[in-house]
């Protein structure tokens, strides 16, 4: 390790704002000024070189096939950044790799992930349209780079690598030569191979540049922001969703490297101060609660439970800890368009803690955007006291009482509390005066005291009596985020006929032709742990809003059937989009097709042609799905050949059936649905 005060005196000066609320440790600071000069490659591993160290001790930089990195003083007129040693490439068009193995190094063998950053100056040298400059340092992973000493082999993380992440920043010659690059491998919304242009024009001269990752859990993706010169500020990406500061970092690998790549293209840049640390902050809840008004705010990976609409005013959010311990509210500009926030979704912000006359503290944000697509946190059971304390406030919870009062976009309820309740609903439909109701919403307080926010699920408020509850669809397009699956179906002809696995009843042949497809709704009504034919209906994992049936065994040749029992408050028409891979068929039972078929369900849609194909979100219409008040079986039934095998679901009103693509269609409100038939 090497550290100069010198270099940390001036670091701290530079980002005092952001050093002061957010960085913590230094676990590793290099200003190569300890290195031999004068041209020496930098690689530790390259044998007999004069910065050469052992494997596992001494300086940490190696690289493939060195040299790679060059140790340099003042050339060209361009001076260090710090002291008298910067690096630069090794020859033209070298493409050269330096890497420190920080799992090793600094955290007993294990990842990181997140909470941490990487900065580094970076001289520029050509500037604007300056193409012949690729260069870029990067936090990565490399499912190669050992635990127990710096690297495998001779030096090479690349040889054999089949897992990688790199978040990178800097110049990339396939991007925009006027700007700067930034790469998060694996993100499908950059301009290629998950590089962003980004909005920051090129300069010639030094420049501060910083990755930062923000806390998360194994499991995972954190959220990443990059930072150029303004360490306050991070980086606009140009995304093609829109313009992004904050981005998921989508793999949940974890990192175990830092790298520099020098001399990608035919002209270097220079490096010097390369500074890898933690983030002072865990991004608790908690902890942003704790924090001063005005202090800087840094959000990462919690879970959205409630979104505009109905009781939630526009421009805000609520954001739960997954362990129901504490919520906060997010204000500011929300994304818009495919980029929609809505519940389930993980969310990241920055921004400054602000707090209400009435005393709640939110975070202002200036950045707020979204990650995943998880399960939707489920609603604390609270008496209308608890709900009133301080401590819920912001937390999703469901409470209950008798209505005393009903306003133009409100009702009130009591449980016998010393406090009623105000329920904001804006214009969905209220109970009336004496009715008994649960209601879930969000714990709140305004100038008239405790209130309850309602989201815009109609489905949130139901009378006290009645025995279910159903589940929120997630997103904000409202997709189904848990299905009752049941499956794998195969026999001999399933591997030569891909027509077969959709269109032969697997359910008739395991039951002895008692059960069928289409008459399982009323003769097995599917609900969690019932067992058919030997096989088990069982909750799939919500996986991003759609199901990924190779975690509970998916194999080739094979097909699954996908349950769901869907509420609607109303006898209405709907429409739906279904994306799957491959093949789907859908099957529809209530008491609107039972007059139409004289019995059994009718298949409403299925793909044409059946053909092998990859999941696009909701790829095709299916025009018509007739609801009955309360509740309506749909069985999807899909077939897979080889590969990846999943489904997605989106129910859309038949006036607006939308376009494929996540998010390509307004969902139609007001519905929810359950695993299981409450009605039998
Ligand atoms: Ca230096
Ligand atoms: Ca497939």
Redesign the pocket.
Known sequence: MRK?AL?LAAVLVLTAAFTAQVLAAVIFAD???SYVGGNAPLDKNYAGGANYAPNGSGQPWFGPAPPNARVIGTENGIT???????LRGSVANDKDENWVNIAYRFNNGNVYYGGIYLDWWFYDPLGAGGSACSDFGAIGYYNTAPTDTDYPGTGSLNTGVTVVQRLSLGCYATGDSNVYQARIVGASDGYSYGWFNTTTPRSIGWHKMRVVVFPTSSGTAGMVAFYIDDMNNPITLSATGGPVQVHSSVMTYGYNVIEINTNYGATSAYF??VTFGTLETTGRISEIKAQPVGSFALLGGKRITAAPGAGVPDGNVFVEETDRTTAIRVHGTLPTGTGALGKGDEVAAIGTVAVTPDGEKYIEAASISAGATNKPIDALGMTNRDAARPNALGLFVKTWGKVSSVGADSFVISDGSPTPIKVMCGALTKPAVDDKVRVRGVAYRDESGPTLLMRNEQVDWTSMDATYQPLPFVSAFEYVHEWLILGPFADATSPTDETYRLDHDFISDATGGVITETTLATAAPPSPGATLGGKTWTRSNGNGAHVVFAPVGAADYSTYYGHIWLYSPVDQDAGARIGSDDSSKVMLYNDVIRSMSGGPALVMYETAPIAGRGEVWGQDPISWIPLNAGWNSILVKCENGTGAFALDFQIVPTTGMGVSGWGGAAPLPGLAYMLYNPTL
């Open positions: 100069t270099l200003d190569f000024e260090p950044h710090s002291g008298s040693q910067m010097d101060d």
